[in-house]
T-cell receptor, first 114, second 114 residues
Framework: AQSVTQLGSHVSVSEGALVLLRCNYS??????LFWYVQYPNQGLQLLLK??????LVKGINGFEAEFKKSETSFHLTKPSAHMSDAAEYFC????????????FGQGTTLQVKP | DSGVTQTPKHLITATGQRVTLRCSPR?????VYWYQQSLDQGLQFLIQ???????AKGNILERFSAQQFPDLHSELNLSSLELGDSALYFC?????????????FGPGTRLTVL
């Protein structure tokens, strides 16, 4: 069965510092991987997704993630944090097939300090 | 605004009762997904419909049921409610209904069972 593990339920960075949110997946076949962001009292919004076209994926708001098969990882990074990046971030995995169901990690809350 | 609408935004009810949550997908999207977000279980996939037919089932309780109507809106019915059913219920929609389709999430319905 597929699963996702997000290391660190809370991450705190200073404004302008590097953001690194960790995600490791478990899958017997090459998966599709996603990062979603949830701002307070809102639904989830897609940041980026890996579809096997390229291992380095660029998303919205300056975020990017690198798929590393050897490490079964899909970590999310942003070079310089903004206060507006404070939110909860979810990594998700989906299998190839005729369903699009997403299996989510537990989420990581990003705090950005001034 | 994702284009996915959910009603009601908040719902407060008592144990043993039955409620119906409604979702309207983005224009042109044929597939609807339901997810439950709770503090102890995180974000969990419940069920997926594609063009009126059930496509995938997740950890959905037998007390819960869903359907997708000819106009593509969907309803999630929760019955014999328990305190543990209190959660945020999200609806998402996508075009094709299989990965790596992007799923667009609605703002959610917050259910409180007293």
């Amino acid at each position: 069965a597929q699963s996702v593990t997000q290391l660190g339920s809370h991450v705190s960075v200073s404004e302008g510092a590097l953001v690194l949110l960790r995600c490791n997946y478990s899958s017997s076949v090459p998966p599709y991987l996603f990062w979603y962001v949830q701002y307070p009292n809102q639904g989830l919004q897609l940041l980026l997704k890996y579809t096997s076209a390229a291992t380095l994926v660029k998303g919205i708001n300056g975020f990017e993630a690198e798929f590393k098969k050897s490490e079964t990882s899909f970590h999310l990074t942003k070079p310089s944090a903004h206060m507006s990046d404070a939110a909860e971030y979810f990594c998700a995995v989906s299998e190839r097939g005729n369903t699009g169901k997403l299996i989510f990690g537990q989420g990581t809350t990003l705090q950005v300090k001034p | 605004d994702s284009g996915v609408t959910q009603t009601p935004k908040h719902l407060i009810t008592a144990t043993g009762q039955r409620v119906t949550l409604r979702c309207s997908p983005r224009s042109g999207d044929l597939s609807v997904y339901w997810y439950q977000q709770s503090l102890d279980q995180g974000l969990q996939f419940l069920i997926q419909y594609y063009n009126g037919e059930e496509r995938a089932k997740g950890n959905i309780l037998e007390r819960f049921s869903a359907q997708q109507f000819p106009d593509l809106h969907s309803e999630l019915n929760l019955s014999s409610l328990e305190l543990g059913d209190s959660a945020l219920y999200f609806c998402a929609s996508s075009v094709e209904g299989f990965s790596p389709d992007t799923q667009y999430f609605g703002p959610g319905t917050r259910l409180t069972v007293l």
